[in-house]
């Protein structure tokens, strides 16, 4: 059976509004290029599709006057017909409706638009019936907010970790990050959570809403609510190209044989359905690719795009090469990183030459004199114990009236990367070191990472260290900044520094330490560990009683098979007191260090902003708490942590609910931000929002974050030992906004390796089973969180087999009602009501398209199901380490 209602607005997918369908589906067909295309009157004469963009000039007047607007454009991942731009005010995004609109920009290009007049914006009701009134915002957590600590191999959140794998659904445009933001559901304003979802040729699009007839009628009785109205516009111009223009994908032939284009141009079709489809020349492609077109069915290649033209629905490229099979780690990871433009190619002489030669390298004798002397100090690291890049060490001796002087070491990255040198440029425009499940893209050669400047122990190594006199409370008595020379006793893994906290009187066997340098006992590291572990408790306390908060996500660490590099299972990684005794710290010296610099170079210091929350987005968080009663307290950072931590039991149902709400309170949040203190005027636009503090910034983590390295010269001047270089703010505004954006792609490969493992591991394990709690009710669908592995997934009431299910309203709250078909003739039908916050029982399957896998429900009342809580470790990982 089927519903008229539910085929509207069907057009071949990625044909342009306004565009003629000359392909069918998925487009491969004829473009308005071809001769074949055009009707006799225009022949000769191309019309175009994409308007013309205006010239710089009108563009800057525009900006200016306040005509035109600028933003970047996000493409929502599931509706790639559908893109939108913050608005400037906080408010509602702006709506940019089909591929013309959109004028050839791409997800993350810098955009101008121009309103179009009211007639023509989007038609929404205030109930948000329509889910795409918000832009598919990707999980934008800072890591101060959720955490950081990198789990595999020195191993992604906002963060450095794999933030939660959000996964794709059914449907087949399934996101930029292979793991569909859930933005259906969550991320357009969670108030979409709470309402139903009449779905017009979404997703659903054609599918019976039930197998029973009768209870179809449920959903056309409802009244529609009053109508208002989404602004919306056009995009006039790209002001910088942001997207890397490569994309992923798979060649095909062009449906028409007898065309010109056939004998000329193969067509490219990017697994990223926001990228066009891409003509390309056969020469570029294999010999026999014409020929044996389905040999290559299942290669993944890569693509550039060139051009693309105003009169032609798809751009042009040119195939950059073969990756391999599709659904293979390395392809899949190599099309990843390319499509993010992370630089992975070895790194050239030019930038080796810059390194020492003479190995093995000492510390030149004068270095000794510049600097302080911590050798006979008793200094250790505590890392994951995979790690090789070790950044910081830490240092804590009791001193008189019972406080203690505790020292934060850090690398001195900036002695080897001399400004203005290959090494330094090579360094800059990569900005970040990007941790893949599997391995690490550093940012700097791995005779810096690994050998040069971590802190490997027992070697003599510069750093640059922040020290204080504490109380046992963790106040400040007094501080020290300046160059070093440190000797690292022993290298602790976090494990090791766990069992010296839980088992603080226990005498630790050796063989369940590393070795520990002659000078220093291992009973004196214990007593540091301890001592470090007393303080950072009471500097955590006092930073949520002055109005930190920290919303802790699910996150997923794997364990590899070592021959074949296949995921062989996986784990929620834990976030324990070791953990948090170095983020206290990290934190510590990153905020000494925002206030040294700002103090001495007011217009010239890198540091660190967190904006509060989008406005709209939290207004709708705000209104759904309401709805569900649930008592939180939205006014400041502070306030939601407060009502994070009272609002919920520690039972295991009131543990679910908690972390389907962190979830729900991340979506509003936005990026924290490095910027240049000299180009914001207003200083209340500094502040760290998560962390609630007036100035923040980076200067724990020089090995894999650039930002750092400008820190640390920053503060090299601040203290006399160099020349700051006479740089203007506007100059350094635009290197942190390059470390923003290559921060932002390293999140979303991180978070995309993760979800290639785990759709990997679905596939060669699965199916998988847990427990889930629902987080958003549709008319047709339902949103869980999966718990025993932190992914979200939509399951869909047609994949389920049911007689029947009806969406209703009970007062405020959505609700489905399931009737399963009986499992036998003697039983009669199961009823099961579907609503926020129940628990229900999933699988998650691997289809039978490369890398995809589903959620199905299981019958209320089957065997077989492991308690989530069994294998879940919880929270979420420290913010400066890996």
């Given at each position: 059976m089927s519903h008229p209602d539910y085929r509207l607005h069907l057009r071949p997918l990625g044909t342009p509004r306004g565009a003629s369908s000359l392909a069918g589906p998925r487009g491969?067909?004829?473009?308005?290029?071809?001769?074949?295309?055009?009707?006799?009157?225009?022949?000769?004469?191309?019309?175009?599709?994409?308007?013309?963009?205006?010239?710089?000039?009108?563009?800057?007047?525009?900006?200016?006057?306040?005509?035109?607007?600028?933003?970047?454009?996000?493409?929502?991942?599931?509706?790639?017909?559908?893109?939108?731009?913050?608005?400037?005010?906080?408010?509602?995004?702006?709506?940019?409706?089909?591929?013309?609109?959109?004028?050839?920009?791409?997800?993350?290009?810098?955009?101008?638009?121009?309103?179009?007049?009211?007639?023509?914006?989007?038609?929404?009701?205030?109930?948000?019936?329509?889910?795409?009134?918000?832009?598919?915002?990707?999980?934008?957590?800072?890591?101060?907010?959720?955490?950081?600590?990198?789990?595999?191999?020195?191993?992604?959140?906002?963060?450095?970790?794999?933030?939660?794998?959000?996964?794709?659904?059914?449907?087949?445009?399934?996101?930029?990050?292979?793991?569909?933001?859930?933005?259906?559901?969550?991320?357009?304003g969670v108030k979409k959570l709470s309402v139903c979802v009449h779905e017009k040729g979404k997703e659903d699009a054609g599918a019976p809403v039930t197998k029973d007839e009768n209870t179809f009628m449920s959903q056309d009785t409802r009244a529609l609510p009053e109508k208002s109205l989404?602004?919306?516009?056009?995009?006039?111009?790209?002001?910088?190209?942001?997207?890397?223009?490569?994309?992923?994908?798979?060649?095909?032939?062009?449906?028409?044989?007898?065309?010109?284009?056939?004998?000329?141009?193969?067509?490219?079709?990017?697994?990223?359905?926001?990228?066009?489809?891409?003509?390309?020349?056969?020469?570029?492609?294999?010999?026999?690719?014409?020929?044996?077109?389905?040999?290559?069915?299942?290669?993944?290649?890569?693509?550039?795009?060139?051009?693309?033209?105003?009169?032609?629905?798809?751009?042009?490229?040119?195939?950059?090469?073969?990756?391999?099979?599709?659904?293979?780690?390395?392809?899949?990871?190599?099309?990843?990183?390319?499509?993010?433009?992370?630089?992975?190619s070895d790194f050239s002489s030019e930038v080796l030459e810059c390194l020492p030669q003479d190995l093995p390298w000492t510390i030149p004798p004068e270095e000794f004199s510049k600097r302080r002397d911590l050798r006979k100090d008793c200094v250790f690291t505590i890392d994951p114990s995979t790690a090789r890049d070790l950044d910081d060490a830490l240092s804590c001796k009791p001193v008189a009236d019972g406080n203690f002087e505790v020292g934060v070491h850090i690398a001195d990255v900036s002695y080897f990367v001399p400004e203005g040198s290959s090494l330094d440029k090579v360094a800059a425009e990569r900005a970040t070191s990007v941790y893949l499940v599997q391995k690490v893209v550093p940012m700097l050669p791995r005779?810096?990472?690994?050998?040069?400047?971590?802190?490997?122990?027992?070697?003599?190594?510069?750093?640059?260290?922040?020290?204080?006199?504490?109380?046992?409370?963790?106040?400040?008595?007094?501080?020290?900044?300046?160059?070093?020379?440190?000797?690292?006793?022993?290298?602790?893994?976090?494990?090791?520094?766990?069992?010296?906290?839980?088992?603080?009187?226990?005498?630790?066997?050796?063989?369940?330490?590393?070795?520990?340098?002659?000078?220093?006992?291992?009973?004196?590291?214990?007593?540091?560990?301890?001592?470090?572990?007393?303080?950072?408790?009471?500097?955590?306390q006092q930073r949520f009683v002055d109005g930190a908060l920290r919303l802790d996500q699910l996150k997923l660490a794997f364990t590899l098979d070592h021959e074949t590099g296949l995921p062989q299972g996986c784990h929620i990684y834990e976030y324990r007191d070791s953990n948090k005794l170095v983020e206290e710290f990290m934190l510590l010296a990153n905020m000494a260090v925002a206030r040294k610099i700002h103090c001495a170079f007011p217009e010239r210091a890198l540091l660190r902003r967190h904006p509060p929350p989008q406005t709209k987005m939290l207004n709708d968080l705000v209104e759904f708490c309401d709805q569900m009663g649930l008592p939180m307290d939205f006014s400041s950072a502070g306030a939601l942590n407060k009502s994070l931590m009272e609002t919920f039991g520690d039972d295991k149902y009131s543990l679910a609910r908690k972390e389907v709400l962190t979830n729900m309170c991340s979506r509003p949040m936005q990026m924290a931000l490095y910027f240049c203190s000299g180009v914001l005027q207003d200083q209340a636009q500094f502040r760290h929002y998560a962390l609630n503090v007036p100035l923040y910034t980076h200067f724990t983590s020089p090995i894999r974050r650039f930002a750092d390295v400008l820190v640390h010269r920053l503060l090299a001047a601040t203290l006399g030992y160099r020349e700051l270089q006479d740089v203007e703010p506007e100059a350094l505004q635009k290197q942190a906004d390059h470390c923003n954006d290559r921060r932002m792609a390293s999140k979303r490969v991180q978070e995309l390796s993760t979800s290639l493992f785990f759709?990997?591991?679905?596939?060669?394990?699965?199916?998988?089973?847990?427990?889930?709690?629902?987080?958003?009710?549709?008319?047709?669908?339902?949103?869980?969180?999966?718990?025993?592995?932190?992914?979200?997934?939509?399951?869909?009431?047609?994949?389920?087999?049911?007689?029947?299910?009806?969406?209703?309203?009970?007062?405020?709250?959505?609700?489905?009602?399931?009737?399963?078909?009986?499992?036998?003739?003697?039983?009669?039908?199961?009823?099961?009501?579907?609503?926020?916050?129940?628990?229900?029982?999933?699988?998650?399957?691997?289809?039978?398209?490369?890398?995809?896998?589903?959620?199905?429900?299981?019958?209320?009342?089957?065997?077989?199901?492991?308690?989530?809580?069994?294998?879940?470790?919880?929270?979420?990982?420290?913010?400066?380490?890996?």
């Open positions: 491969v067909g004829a473009s308005p290029g071809d001769k074949k295309s055009k009707s006799k009157t225009t022949r000769g004469k191309k019309k175009s599709i994409f308007e013309t963009y205006l010239s710089k000039e009108d563009v800057s007047e525009g900006l200016k006057r306040g005509t035109l607007i600028q933003g970047v454009l996000r493409i929502n991942p599931k509706k790639f017909h559908e893109a939108f731009i913050p608005s400037p005010d906080g408010d509602r995004d702006i709506f940019i409706d089909g591929v013309v609109a959109r004028n050839r920009a791409l997800n993350g290009d810098l955009v101008v638009v121009n309103l179009l007049p009211e007639e023509q914006w989007k038609v929404i009701k205030p109930e948000s019936n329509d889910k795409e009134t918000e832009g598919a915002y990707e999980s934008d957590l800072p890591e101060e907010l959720c955490g950081s600590h990198l789990l595999q191999q020195s191993l992604k959140g906002y963060n450095d970790s794999p933030d939660v794998i959000i996964e794709a659904q059914f449907d087949d445009s399934d996101s930029e990050d292979g793991h569909g933001n859930m933005q259906n559901a969550l991320v357009d989404q602004r919306s516009a056009k995009v006039v111009y790209i002001l910088e190209k942001k997207h890397s223009r490569a994309a992923t994908g798979f060649l095909k032939l062009l449906a028409d044989k007898n065309s010109e284009l056939f004998r000329k141009y193969a067509l490219f079709s990017p697994s990223d359905h926001r990228v066009p489809r891409i003509y390309v020349p056969l020469k570029d492609c294999p010999q026999d690719f014409v020929t044996r077109p389905k040999d290559y069915a299942n290669t993944l290649f890569i693509c550039r795009i060139v051009d693309w033209k105003e009169d032609s629905n798809f751009a042009l490229g040119q195939l950059a090469k073969s990756l391999g099979q599709a659904g293979e780690i390395e392809p899949e990871t190599e099309g990843i990183l390319t499509e993010y433009g992370v630089d992975f005779l810096l990472c690994e050998e040069l400047c971590s802190l490997n122990p027992m070697t003599d190594k510069l750093t640059f260290s922040v020290i204080w006199t504490l109380t046992p409370k963790g106040k400040i008595l007094s501080e020290w900044f300046g160059q070093t020379v440190i000797r690292s006793c022993t290298k602790l893994s976090y494990e090791h520094a766990q069992s010296m906290i839980e088992g603080p009187t226990r005498k630790i066997p050796e063989e369940e330490l590393p070795p520990v340098s002659p000078e220093h006992t291992s009973e004196e590291v214990h007593r540091a560990v301890l001592n470090l572990h007393r303080i950072a408790k009471e500097l955590r759709a990997i591991l679905v596939k060669e394990s699965g199916p998988l089973e847990s427990e889930a709690m629902v987080m958003g009710v549709l008319s047709q669908a339902f949103d869980v969180l999966v718990l025993r592995y932190g992914v979200q997934k939509r399951i869909y009431c047609n994949a389920l087999p049911l007689q029947s299910y009806r969406f209703q309203k009970v007062g405020k709250k959505p609700e489905l009602t399931l009737v399963w078909e009986p499992e036998d003739a003697e039983q009669g039908p199961a009823q099961q009501v579907v609503s926020i916050f129940s628990l229900v029982e999933v699988v998650l399957r691997a289809e039978a398209t490369a890398l995809k896998y589903s959620a199905i429900l299981k019958r209320p009342g089957t065997e077989g199901l492991l308690d989530w809580q069994d294998e879940q470790g919880g929270g979420d990982l420290a913010e400066e380490q890996d």
